[in-house]
């Protein structure tokens, strides 16, 4: 199995910054992709940024030229650095892991992080 551990979530004023850190340890083998996906109160679960092992980025139009995401492929870590941040950001952010196992794909999340955006 594979363990995701998040974390720096908390309460920020709007045009402040964070950053989250999701750190990947067990049966990982071969990690294809890793990011975040976001769930504010009474929405779907959406993307916010993942990237690649190659370090192919992709980020939600809601969130480009803020957020920043990384990963140190050493420590099978990803990071999401959050700027500029507003309070529609406000949301529990969910680290995500696709996990490549031969021809089989499976995925993983975090049980989140709180990320709270003051007006």
């Known amino acids: 199995q594979v363990q995701l551990v998040e974390s720096g979530g908390g309460l920020v004023q709007a045009g402040g910054s964070l950053r989250l850190s999701c750190a990947a340890s067990?049966?990982?083998?071969?990690?294809?992709?890793m990011g975040w996906y976001r769930q504010a109160p009474g929405k779907q679960r959406e993307l916010a940024a993942t990237i690649t092992s190659g370090g192919a980025t992709n980020y939600a139009d809601s969130v480009k030229d803020r957020f920043t995401i990384s990963r140190d492929n050493a420590k099978n870590t990803v990071y999401l650095q959050m700027n500029s941040l507003k309070p529609e950001d406000t949301a529990v952010y969910y680290c995500y892991l696709r996990r490549k196992v031969g021809w089989v794909e499976s995925d993983y999340w975090g049980q989140g992080t709180q990320v709270t955006v003051s007006s």
């Open positions: 067990g049966s990982i083998f071969k990690i294809n992709i």
